[in-house]
Structure formats: C-alpha cells, structure tokens
C-alpha cells in the first residue's frame, strides 16, 4: 500500500511561482513511475510530468521549459519518499487541480491540490 498526499497550491499571479509536494509513505521501494496530472473544469485530466525510477523525466508539451519535476528521499528511510513540481512562469490556462499520481503495484492518487493564478 501507499499513500499520497499533495500540499502547495494556492493562487498566484500571472509570471508568478508555485512548488508543489506530493508526501508518499507506504511500500516505496514497488514504485516505477511518479507523475503530477492536472484537471481543469470541464477539460480532460492531463500529464504534465513524469519521472520512471531510474530518473528518466517527460513534460507536457505546455509546460516544458516552465515545469521541473523532483524527488527527495531520505537516505536510510524506505517508507518515505517526496515528489515535487516546481511551476515557473504560471499563466492563467495552468489553473487547475493538481494531482500526484505513482505507479507501483496498481496506480494510487493523492487528493489534489488547487492552483489558481490570476491576477
């Protein structure tokens, strides 16, 4: 099992910056691919990042350049792990529910995490 917990959003204006961080906790060392998803209202949910284990990273294609994402493990500690999204340059279209997502054993999701910008 694992558990997902996003924190980070909030609203910001337009050029304006946002680092989001996904907490994962559980069986850590099952995970094969870490991904940030975005759903605004009325549109499809859509991958903005994805990192595989081995560190190999994609972006959207409306977010490269702007969007950069991490990881962080404690050295030692094999229960815990956090994913980041550092979002640069936001724009109003970036508004929407972020939502961090890891592959291991079957998919698992977080809550999401509201981001707004607008001025």
């Known amino acids: 099992q694992v558990q997902l917990v996003e924190s980070g959003g909030g609203l910001v204006q337009p050029g304006g910056s946002l680092k989001l961080s996904c907490a994962v906790s559980g069986d850590i060392l099952n995970i094969y691919l870490m991904r940030w998803h975005r759903q605004a209202p009325g549109k499809e949910r859509e991958e903005v990042a994805a990192?595989?284990?081995?560190?190999?990273?994609?972006?959207?294609?409306?977010v490269k350049g702007r969007f950069n994402i991490s990881r962080e493990k404690v050295p030692g500690d094999n229960r815990k792990l956090t994913v980041y999204l550092e979002m640069n340059s936001l724009e109003p279209e970036d508004s929407a529910v972020y939502y961090c997502?890891?592959?291991?054993?079957?998919?698992?999701w977080g809550q999401g995490t509201q981001v707004t910008v607008s001025s």
């Open positions: 990192m595989t284990q081995r560190g190999r990273i994609t972006y959207g294609e409306s």
């Open positions: 997502n890891v592959g291991a054993t079957r998919q698992y």
